[in-house]
């Protein structure tokens, strides 16, 4: 099967939905507060009781046209709401309003970097609409519920053009956009509580083919390990069916984390069985240039130019400077910790090193962890400064991570300050050389890996505490003047 893999090209597509930051709702007053107790948060509006009608919030509006115009897309001037029919238990009008013909933006694109390669993806379009209920499904008693309160909370809708073609190009954008989007400040993007989340279209066809395969659509994906692990199954599941001569069916599917794999929902509509029509309840959207103009004016510092900033201003790598700036919480992390140390290369070794997979491994952003930024700074001012070397840091950072505690505090307490006496270091490195002629004869001889063992035994007797260099600099003067 690997090699009949290699014989197919995976061509994906992104929908990705994030919920805006808006204090209400996109058609009432209730609010948009996560974790309040459930159906607490709605009223005759938002769950579409007969005789009610809907007033736009035009913080939704503006908060897409920032999305639009960060995006490089056109701004309609002249936009409509339809109603999108459909019936589930958690959409309570049996129709979403969301757009169809006439979307507020249109043609856009972002910029991914995948092993430091550039590619554009195209942004098909950004649209406005609400969002559902959430079902709990109670499997104890087989029941499930209904909870209002995400009904009618604003969303975007950002459809990109298929023009990825592996999971890691997915993640690379969908971490774009969620770089975006943070930095705009239009959505929180907490994946985790479903405010950013993303549907994944995919077919696969033979590489050469001239037309594309049929895709299926997998929902609501709101983590970057669950969009890699939903890719990997769908392309397996595709590719086998098709050696084995079965059939793709257009269809909509869900993947279940914990079993790590993919499963059938319903046939997947097209546009037309969904029987679109303009909402009759709302006008259009209508903007002036002024309008557009002054949202555009007004745009923050965005992470391509913030990734050229690093580049330039502190020589990072193309991938290193990405990687900071997909997250503003990461970038403006970076930036504190770097204007108290004046040390963006160490800076950056430690957010992309040891701190990022400590991070990753207990699933936390950078402002979740107990190091803030000004700790960080004062740990590589240690290490600068020669009061603790490289190697005691990385301990002093363990302790840091888990404890919060100062770095200055740690290296007190535990007597960890460097050897710097070269006087004293002579004299261990003048009883390791006594005490071991045989590494000694090796080195002479020409075996220079026996330096290793001797720097060792070194930093063993002066308890992890002597300057590495200043070792390294005596010892092999030692050794020499013995030829």
């Known amino acids: 099967m690997e090699d009949k893999t290699k014989e197919y090209e995976v061509i994906i597509g992104i929908e990705a939905h994030a919920e805006l930051s808006t204090k209400t709702k996109i058609?009432?007053?209730?609010?948009?507060?996560y974790g309040a107790d459930p159906n607490t948060h709605c009223c005759p509006i938002c769950t579409g009781m007969p005789g009610t009608l809907p007033v736009l919030n035009e913080k939704v509006v503006e908060y897409a046209v920032k999305a639009g115009l960060a995006t490089d897309c056109k701004i309609a001037k002249f936009s409509k709401q339809d109603r999108k029919n459909y019936f589930y238990p958690d959409l309570p009008k049996a129709y979403q309003t969301s757009q169809f013909d006439l979307p507020l933006c249109t043609g856009g694109h972002v910029d991914?970097?995948?092993?430091?390669?550039?590619?554009?993806?195209?942004?098909?379009?950004?649209h406005i609409e609400e969002d559902a209920g959430k079902l709990i499904h109670d499997e104890f008693t087989g029941s499930t519920l209904v909870d209002m309160n995400r009904c009618a909370v604003p969303l975007i809708e950002i459809v990109s053009e298929p023009d990825m073609r592996n999971a890691s190009e997915v993640i690379e954008y969908m971490q774009t956009i969620k770089g975006i989007l943070e930095y705009l400040e239009v959505c929180d993007c907490k994946m985790q509580e479903g405010s950013l989340r993303c549907d994944v279209n995919l077919s696969v066809?033979?590489?050469g083919a001239p037309k594309f395969g049929t895709r299926t659509e997998t929902k609501n994906l709101n983590s970057f390990k669950s969009i890699q692990k939903s890719i990997e199954f769908e392309t397996r599941r595709q590719i086998e069916e098709l050696e084995n001569g079965g059939t793709i069916y257009q269809e909509t599917r869900r993947f279940d984390d914990s079993k790590g794999i993919g499963y059938a929902m319903r046939t997947k509509e097209d546009a037309h069985d969904y029987r679109y029509f303009e909402e009759p309840d709302l006008a259009p959207i209508v903007l002036s240039d002024e309008y557009v103009n002054n949202i555009k004016n007004n745009l923050p510092e965005m992470p391509n130019i913030r990734r050229a900033r690093y580049i330039e201003q502190y020589m990072l790598s193309e991938y290193d400077a990405t990687q900071i700036t997909n997250s503003k919480i990461l970038a403006n992390y970076f930036d504190k910790t770097v204007s108290i140390c004046n040390n963006p290369k160490s800076v950056t070794n430690w957010i992309m090193g040891d701190f990022s997979k400590m991070l990753n491994e207990l699933n936390l952003?950078?402002?979740?962890?107990?190091?803030?930024?000004?700790?960080?700074?004062?740990?590589?001012?240690?290490?600068?400064?020669?009061?603790?070397?490289?190697?005691?840091?990385?301990?002093?950072?363990?302790?840091?991570?888990?404890?919060?505690?100062?770095?200055?505090?740690?290296?007190?307490?535990?007597?960890?300050?460097?050897?710097?006496?070269?006087?004293?270091?002579?004299k261990i490195v003048e009883e390791v050389v006594n005490s071991n002629d045989q590494s000694v004869s090796d080195y002479l001889a020409g075996k220079d890996r026996a330096i290793g063992f001797l720097v060792g035994q070194i930093m063993?007797?002066?308890?992890?505490?002597?300057?590495?260099?200043?070792?390294?600099?005596?010892?092999?003067?030692?050794?020499?003047?013995?030829?």
């Open 365 to 426: 952003e950078i402002n979740e962890s107990k190091i803030a930024a000004e700790n960080l700074a004062n740990l590589i001012q240690l290490i600068d400064t020669n009061i603790i070397s490289s190697a005691m840091a990385k301990k002093v950072f363990i302790e840091m991570f888990e404890t919060g505690k100062d770095a200055k505090k740690i290296v007190e307490d535990k007597g960890l300050i460097q050897m710097t006496d070269e006087s004293a270091i002579l």
């Open 205 to 207: 066809r033979k590489y």
């Open 27 to 33: 058609y009432c007053n209730c609010s948009t507060e």
């Open 112 to 126: 991914i970097f995948v092993n430091e390669t550039q590619k554009t993806i195209g942004i098909t379009r950004i």
């Open 460 to 483: 063993k007797l002066s308890k992890g505490k002597a300057n590495p260099t200043t070792v390294n600099e005596l010892l092999i003067k030692i050794l020499d003047a013995k030829k």
